[in-house]
């Protein structure tokens, strides 16, 4: 399939019925919206879709008219080429935006009276720029798009006939200075198609066309740039300029502000009050318009990595309601507004889906900790997790991994010399919770994990190390304290090893913990037992009724009918992986396995692991959107549950009004076809291909039975003992894979015959 013919596709898949979906589908009454007008506010998409198609290309724009609410505005920052002809292009130099460089015509200018250089628009004709492409120019976003859209003409934009084009005029004077008058033009260009907004950070060139345009279909909108920088033909600051609203009102309907004029960071960034602009430009009569959202850029660590908490914050604090927002992601805004807001802390359920934390909520605390966990309750899960470790001194206990390094500051304590060696654990070495006993443990200070440090992007600093770390007992206790919580999970990992090698029986103690705490009854809160060991959950099937829940701890493309089988004889549930429903390469869908469906068929509920809110974790596919991700794989793969460090946004996603709409589901609440996007990915740009995830089979679930305990023996060093505890199992390749199960076709149809 050509890359445009495959687009065309992906765009059917996101239409549905979307000319049926009238204006704010979901939200009935509309009078709760504090904007000037009372209306929802507005949906302005940065160059289009810019957040993931190259800024201002055909595809970007498509994409935004048909992922977006109705009514989404489309932004074009305008600029002129040396004869005149307006094009879109996020930046008079286009080499960052477009293939030009290669015709290596560099130049310096004065631009707002520094000198610049780049290659400027007013240097080429339109006809020179022909043969020039739109590209990525945001490094941290995928280049598989390039050069599938030419450079396009204003008009080519207004002829996508959106409901809404706003045009950016962010360097008049520039032209001016080049012979090139951008008044000419934009009052030439408004006599032809209809331009509903003009923003521009120039007072002069706004007073310019004020009396010249039709304020019933143009708005003018001031743009503010930084406080501190000069506007040019006044001379003034910004920030002094935001002072008389009065005399911006003069020549604007409008103004046009970084997100921070509203709410400012620190230089830490963290959130401060919000100030009173928004209110005081509606009381001036002024609409208000906030820009610089992006959901692959970092913002305030307040937001926990949820764009959508920060949309919400702008247009539903209770306080006020910005008019409109610019953004480089309009499918996640169009969400915010549409599905997210007001939703009220009683909201139903609307999706049947299992929220069971991760560590607790170990994106925002330090896992498996107190805080980890009350946290993850008042974000609405419906399971918490232990995982169970054992101290020196035989108590269970949460924690995320069985070293302490990776969740404590154990390394810089006075037990670093406690480092040992345990092939069999883990490679490298670690200090491990079974050589310390429980009180040094509890002396020890919690750690948040940072599992997207390389891409600079850390949890929370102020709570780095909050919390303190529960023994199971106080786990179950907590948990048992909870009226909203159904369930609790304690996961087992390594028990061979560490009966075997440290006579510490982890199943027999996990047991007793629970019997102490009243929970070998039948329960109102169900308790799940999850480990990758069949034995561990054998010795849980005898003893009592417990739901068990097999975790298949490596990705796989498909489980064999005698593997299901098996697992159905010592599991009642099943753990796999985001890969393991939705394979990918390079982070591109390439399709969906039949692996949840042949598991539910067996009658085994799915839960999938680990879903994060920061965007490095989801694929392209999703747009940087987590509740993107979470709908596609809870509407489209049907799991039963999702596993999250972040349990607020799978909560929130259940209760939010876009669900359960029928034919009416707008696009932002429609799953994605998975492999759509590599399917536009032209063959040159297509990543090399990856081996397949392997087959589950029998030999991989199959264990040895757990060792028993003769006598608790202290042991002397923890590194001793080098011989295998298990049988060891076959070796598996943990790798992501490019496998076509079903062509994309078939995947479309998929998506349809569920709409
Ligand atoms: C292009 O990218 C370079 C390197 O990041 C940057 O220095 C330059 O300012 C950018 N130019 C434009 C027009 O954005
Ligand atoms: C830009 O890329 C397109 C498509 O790859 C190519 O046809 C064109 O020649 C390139 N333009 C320049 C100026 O090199
Ligand atoms: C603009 O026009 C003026 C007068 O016609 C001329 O002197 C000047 O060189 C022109 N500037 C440019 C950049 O073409
Ligand atoms: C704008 O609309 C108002 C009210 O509908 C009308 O009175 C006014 O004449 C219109 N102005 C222009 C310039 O068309
Ligand atoms: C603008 O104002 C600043 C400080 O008020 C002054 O330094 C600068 O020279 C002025 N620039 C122009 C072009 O008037
Ligand atoms: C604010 O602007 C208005 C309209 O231009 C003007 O009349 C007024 O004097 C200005 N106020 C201040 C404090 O500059
Ligand atoms: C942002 O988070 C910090 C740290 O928790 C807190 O002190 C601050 O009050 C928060 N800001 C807002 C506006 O909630
Ligand atoms: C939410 O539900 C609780 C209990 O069901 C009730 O007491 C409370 O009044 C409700 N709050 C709102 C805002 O409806
Ligand atoms: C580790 O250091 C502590 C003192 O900080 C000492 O008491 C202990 O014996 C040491 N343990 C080992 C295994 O070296
Ligand atoms: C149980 O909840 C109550 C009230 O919410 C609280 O006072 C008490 O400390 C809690 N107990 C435990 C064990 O968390
Ligand atoms: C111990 O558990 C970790 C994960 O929890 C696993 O990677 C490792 O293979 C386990 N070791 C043994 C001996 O079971
Ligand atoms: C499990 O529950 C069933 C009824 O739900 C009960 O008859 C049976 O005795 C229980 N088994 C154990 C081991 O508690």
Not at 104 to 127: A, E, H, I, M, Q
Not at 351 to 374: E, H, R
Not at 580 to 598: E, I, Q, Y
């Amino acid at each position: 399939m050509s890359s445009s013919r495959a687009f065309t596709s992906l765009l059917a898949a996101f239409l549905l019925l979307h000319s049926l979906v009238t204006l704010v589908s979901a939200q009935g009454s509309t009078s709760r919206w504090q904007t000037l007008s009372g209306n929802p506010p507005l949906v302005v998409a940065r160059g289009g879709f810019s957040g993931l198609f190259p800024d201002s290309s055909y595809y970007a724009y498509q994409f935004a008219l048909e992922t977006s609410v109705p009514d989404v505005i489309l932004w074009c920052d305008v600029q002129l080429t040396k004869d005149g002809v307006g094009i879109c292009a996020p930046d008079l130099r286009l080499e960052n935006s477009t293939n030009i460089s290669i015709l290596n015509k560099y130049k310096t200018y004065l631009v707002n009276g520094v000198p610049t250089r780049g290659c400027f628009s007013v240097d080429f004709t339109f006809s020179d720029l022909s043969s020039v492409v739109y590209t990525q120019g945001v490094y941290s976003r995928p280049n598989k798009f390039d050069g599938l859209s030419p450079i396009q003409q204003v008009e080519n934009v207004a002829a996508l006939k959106p409901s809404g084009m706003w045009l950016n005029v962010q360097h008049d004077a520039f032209f001016t200075q080049h012979n090139l008058s951008m008044r000419s033009y934009i009052l030439a260009l408004s006599r032809k198609v209809v331009v509903n907004y003009i923003s521009s950070p120039e007072v002069v060139f706004l007073r310019s066309i004020a009396a010249r345009v039709n304020p019933n279909v143009t708005k003018l909108v001031f743009r503010f740039l930084g406080p501190n920088d000069f506007e040019p033909s006044t001379n003034q600051t910004y920030s002094s300029l935001l002072k008389n609203l009065t005399f911006i009102k003069t020549f604007a309907s409008g103004i046009l502000i970084p997100k921070g004029y509203i709410w400012p960071v620190d230089a830490s960034l963290y959130l401060q009050p919000h100030t009173s602009v928004v209110l005081d430009a509606h009381k001036a009569g002024l609409e208000v318009f906030a820009s610089e959202f992006y959901n692959d850029v970092p913002f305030s660590f307040n937001y926990s990595y949820d764009p959508v908490s920060e949309y919400l914050s702008f247009i539903d604090n209770g306080d006020f309601s910005v008019d409109g927002v610019l953004s480089d992601f309009p499918i996640t805004l169009s969400g915010a507004i549409d599905c997210f807001s007001h939703l009220g802390k009683n909201a139903s359920e609307k999706a049947k889906v299992l929220v069971i934390s991760k560590n607790g909520a170990s994106g925002d605390y330090p896992g498996c900790t107190d805080k980890a966990y009350q946290k993850a309750i008042s974000d609405g899960a419906d399971v918490i997790d232990c995982p169970v470790q054992m101290s020196k001194d035989g108590i269970p206990f949460c924690l995320g991994s069985i070293n302490l390094i990776d969740s404590t500051t154990v390394a810089q304590s006075k037990y670093s010399n406690l480092s040992a060696i345990i092939p069999e654990l883990k490679t490298g070495s670690g200090i491990f919770t079974f050589s310390l006993t429980w009180s040094q443990i509890q002396s020890l200070t919690p750690a948040m994990a940072n599992p997207y440090a390389k891409y600079e992007l850390f949890r929370n600093p102020k709570f780095r190390n909050d919390g303190k770390f529960l023994s199971l007992s106080d786990f179950l206790a907590l948990a048992k304290n909870s009226s909203s919580l159904s369930g609790v999970l304690i996961s087992i990992e390594n028990a061979s090893y560490l009966i075997e090698k440290q006579q510490l029986p982890v199943t027999d103690a996990v047991l007793d913990a629970l019997s102490k705490a009243g929970y070998d009854k039948q329960n109102a809160m169900e308790l799940m037992i999850q480990s990758s060991n069949s034995s561990v959950l054998m010795k849980f099937k005898e003893k009592n009724n417990y739901t068990l829940v097999y975790k298949v701890d490596e990705n796989i493309r498909d489980a064999l009918d005698a593997t299901i089988k098996d697992i159905k004889t010592f599991a009642d549930s099943v753990v796999i992986s985001k890969s393991s429903v939705f394979p990918d390469n390079a982070l591109f869908l390439t399709g969906v396995t039949d692996v949840v469906p042949r598991l539910k068929s067996a009658g085994l509920p799915v839960y999938v692991e680990t879903f994060s809110n920061e965007f490095v974790s989801q694929a392209w596919d999703f747009f940087s959107d987590a509740n993107v991700e979470v709908n596609t794989y809870v509407m489209e793969a049907n799991v039963n549950g999702v596993i999250t460090d972040f349990p607020l946004t799978a909560s929130r996603y259940k209760r939010n009004h876009c669900l359960n709409l029928g034919k009416n589901t707008p696009p932002y609440m429609t799953p994605v076809p998975p492999g759509g996007l590599m399917e536009i990915i032209p063959r040159e740009l297509l990543p090399p291909a990856e081996a397949p995830n392997p087959v589950l089979t029998e030999n991989d679930v199959a264990e040895s039975p757990l060792p028993s305990v003769i006598a608790r023996v202290p042991s002397s060093s923890p590194g001793d003992g080098t011989a295998q505890a298990a049988a060891p199992r076959p070796n598996r390749q943990h790798k992501i894979a490019a496998c076509f199960f079903l062509t994309n076709l078939a995947i479309l149809f998929t998506v349809f015959s569920l709409l």
